[in-house]
């Protein structure tokens, strides 16, 4: 049992907030998520972590304890101990105030510690340009909300501490399935984030693991070997599943690079690409040879149970689909520069990325072409939106508007 005692504050490197929502089926296989961030604690004094953990099965020694039903723990880790533990009734974790709250304590230690770098890891289910974070009830915190929760914590942070104004959120690790989309990235972009780490398919709990965090402080000035590195250590990692054996957390990982001005360049590309698609559509086939061309690339969630209403079945690996287009013969030089010029401008922002050929807890699924973001692809109107009647959309966002979406859509729809 972890007690709580008093840390002595250090120069921290970075300063790592992990925001756990437990209340559903994964509260009990992601603690470990918990424990990690302890052992990496004790190995290396330069990272911090600020915890939210809303569960219903952790408890504290010198905490009030919430035996038989969900509470929430605010707390700190830091050189192998626990610290600044409070407790209380549970957060509602998918409310865009609450995690404000959390991003703008997130910053007050990092400042307090002297940290150079500042992350937030999202521990939850998601459900890609669907948003994450889920509640028990089924519903989700939109991608839109996630990032204003961040933009509003960093101005509560700046309005408390001016003197620490200029500190942001630098990355963000999406412990959730699907949430490597360029939605997301788009979204984390406008709210001055500059690294998403995430995985474009569906993962298995508990997930990332917490020892990222070592990569990261271990690589403050190499982005790049940063991102291999957080990479190296998600692909690597193994679950022991018992008589079943281990089991990776991931078939792809990815660290994007979310800089404004690559992020501007993929969406200018993006929107020609569409717009041109569109404006053509009518003429030499083009609608019916783009509409083979996504086809013949999977959407995601794959593996042998999946079925076809699936919602994120319309995710497509946007590079794959974007170089399938460039190939193809059948259009015309400009529709096949433009593809091109998108596919370069997503592939930009891939700092690190790994995929697997054959990745066995999903009965072998092929996943190789899978390096990189995806984006929402519906081939039937039936996959525009699927789930809009539980409230949850994936085209009510910023990039869908601003690359105009819309016009892929009805071409391939």
């Given at each position: 049992?972890?007690?709580?005692?008093?840390?002595?504050?250090?120069?921290?490197?970075?300063e790592?907030?992990?925001?756990?929502?437990?209340?559903?089926?994964?509260?009990?296989?992601?603690?470990?998520?918990?424990?990690?961030?302890?052992h990496?604690s004790?190995?290396?004094?330069?990272?911090?972590?600020?915890?939210?953990?809303?569960?219903?099965?952790?408890?504290f020694?010198?905490?009030?304890?919430?035996?038989?039903?969900?509470?929430?723990?605010?707390?700190?880790?830091?050189?192998?101990?626990?610290?600044?533990?409070?407790?209380?009734?549970?957060?509602?974790?998918?409310?865009?105030?609450?995690?404000?709250?959390?991003?703008?304590?997130?910053?007050?230690?990092?400042?307090?510690?002297?940290?150079?770098?500042?992350?937030?890891?999202?521990?939850?289910?998601?459900?890609?340009?669907?948003?994450?974070?889920?509640?028990?009830?089924?519903?989700?915190?939109?991608?839109?909300?996630i990032?204003?929760?961040?933009?509003?914590?960093?101005?509560?942070h700046?309005?408390?501490?001016?003197?620490?104004?200029?500190?942001?959120?630098?990355?963000?690790?999406?412990?959730?399935?699907?949430?490597?989309?360029?939605?997301?990235?788009?979204?984390?972009?406008?709210a001055?984030?500059?690294?998403?780490?995430?995985?474009?398919?569906?993962?298995?709990?508990?997930?990332?693991?917490?020892?990222?965090?070592?990569?990261?402080?271990?690589?403050?000035?190499?982005?790049?070997?940063?991102?291999?590195?957080?990479?190296?250590?998600?692909?690597?990692?193994?679950?022991?599943?018992?008589?079943?054996?281990?089991?990776?957390?991931?078939?792809?990982?990815?660290?994007?690079?979310?800089?404004p001005?690559?992020?501007?360049?993929?969406?200018?590309?993006?929107?020609?690409?569409?717009?041109?698609?569109?404006?053509?559509?009518?003429?030499?086939?083009?609608r019916?040879?783009?509409?083979?061309d996504a086809?013949?690339?999977?959407?995601?969630?794959?593996?042998?149970?999946?079925?076809?209403?699936?919602?994120?079945?319309?995710?497509?690996?946007?590079?794959?689909?974007y170089?399938?287009?460039?190939?193809?013969?059948?259009?015309?030089?400009r529709?096949?520069?433009?593809?091109?010029?998108?596919?370069?401008?997503?592939?930009?922002?891939v700092?690190?990325?790994?995929?697997?050929?054959?990745?066995?807890?999903?009965?072998?699924?092929?996943?190789?072409?899978?390096?990189?973001?995806?984006i929402?692809?519906p081939?039937?109107?039936?996959?525009?939106?699927?789930?809009?009647?539980?409230?949850?959309?994936?085209?009510?966002?910023?990039?869908?508007?601003?690359?105009?979406?819309?016009?892929?859509?009805?071409?391939?729809?």
């Amino acid at each position: 049992m972890l007690q709580n005692v008093t840390i002595t504050p250090a120069r921290r490197s970075l300063e790592f907030g992990i925001y756990r929502d437990g209340d559903n089926n994964l509260d009990a296989i992601q603690e470990s998520t918990l424990s990690q961030a302890l052992h990496t604690s004790a190995r290396d004094s330069s990272i911090e972590f600020t915890v939210e953990d809303t569960t219903a099965v952790r408890h504290f020694h010198g905490a009030q304890d919430h035996k038989g039903g969900l509470h929430t723990y605010d707390y700190t880790i830091s050189d192998g101990g626990v610290g600044n533990v409070r407790s209380g009734p549970a957060d509602d974790m998918s409310d865009e105030a609450n995690l404000a709250r959390f991003v703008a304590r997130t910053l007050d230690n990092a400042q307090a510690g002297g940290a150079k770098q500042t992350w937030i890891d999202l521990v939850d289910h998601g459900g890609g340009d669907g948003g994450g974070l889920e509640t028990s009830d089924g519903s989700v915190m939109s991608m839109p909300d996630i990032a204003k929760a961040i933009s509003d914590g960093l101005a509560m942070h700046a309005a408390a501490h001016p003197d620490d104004a200029g500190r942001s959120i630098d990355g963000v690790v999406a412990n959730q399935c699907l949430m490597d989309t360029m939605g997301f990235a788009d979204a984390l972009c406008r709210a001055g984030v500059r690294y998403l780490a995430a995985s474009p398919e569906t993962m298995l709990a508990p997930g990332v693991p917490s020892d990222v965090a070592h990569a990261i402080a271990s690589h403050e000035n190499d982005p790049k070997a940063m991102a291999k590195s957080v990479v190296g250590d998600v692909m690597r990692t193994k679950y022991d599943a018992g008589d079943f054996g281990g089991f990776g957390p991931a078939a792809a990982f990815d660290v994007l690079d979310l800089d404004p001005a690559k992020m501007r360049a993929a969406e200018a590309n993006i929107k020609r690409l569409n717009d041109d698609v569109g404006a053509e559509a009518g003429a030499n086939g083009v609608r019916g040879i783009v509409r083979e061309d996504a086809r013949a690339i999977q959407g995601m969630v794959r593996f042998p149970e999946a079925s076809k209403d699936m919602p994120w079945r319309a995710d497509r690996p946007a590079i794959a689909f974007y170089d399938t287009l460039a190939g193809d013969g059948r259009l015309d030089a400009r529709l096949r520069s433009d593809a091109g010029a998108a596919a370069n401008a997503v592939r930009s922002l891939v700092l690190g990325h790994r995929e697997s050929g054959e990745f066995a807890p999903f009965g072998g699924a092929d996943y190789s072409d899978a390096a990189g973001p995806t984006i929402h692809l519906p081939t039937t109107r039936n996959q525009i939106d699927p789930w809009a009647s539980g409230g949850v959309v994936e085209t009510k966002n910023d990039f869908y508007n601003n690359v105009d979406e819309a016009a892929m859509t009805r071409v391939l729809a």
